[in-house]
């Protein structure tokens, strides 16, 4: 029983090295992760805005190739408005020329609006390439900082991370996930008595009890925070 305390103190002593290099690395992994999502989107967004301007121009400049062609034919029908014999055909040409009229106007309204468009699509597409070109700085300088903070802490995690597997072959599963509960609850599972209290919630632990956990014979619980309770010989004993 006295090698399980001693596991699980030693097993957060670990785990509070681990979370202490955590810790100096912050949330800068994860701010770093979200400016590259962010980059990605926004050059999806550039990438975007000149499809559009592309579509736009080759529709507008199919659009106009059109009012050409239906110019010279309305020229040409108007000549052969000259040489018709009957009402019937100078009506039918007439109905012609009207058709493509209508056909030049909507095509006028439309290269308008593709025009406005691309007028659109140009200020946005500059306002993206501005944030484009101030994320590609900002990332520089987080991915540089997280750098030197992985280069400074990554090996001594490493330590303690093949430490703490090998620790975990010596804990049986039900200690170990009495132990993942409480240190969930509390950030610390264990608790050695100091100076006849519990050092994780400093209420005073009766003497009985003190007797009890001194065996290193057994499992004991604070009574008021819930964390395990181990012998201060538990605490001395054991360093990483
Ligand atoms: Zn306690």
Redesign the pocket.
Known sequence: MKSTLQSLYLLQLLDTELDELRELRGDLPETVNTMEEELKMVEQRIEECDEALKKGAVERSQMEKESLELIAKIDKYKGQQLEVTNNKEYDALTREMETAESTIASHEAQIEQTVERAEELKTSKTEFEARHEELVKELEVKREELKEILAATNEEEKTYETQREELLKDILERDLVLYSRIREAKGKAV?PIRRES?S??Y?VVPPQMILEVKKNDRLFI?E??G?ILVSEEIAQDTSI
């Open positions: 608790a519990c994780g919630c209420n604070c008021h925070c964390r």
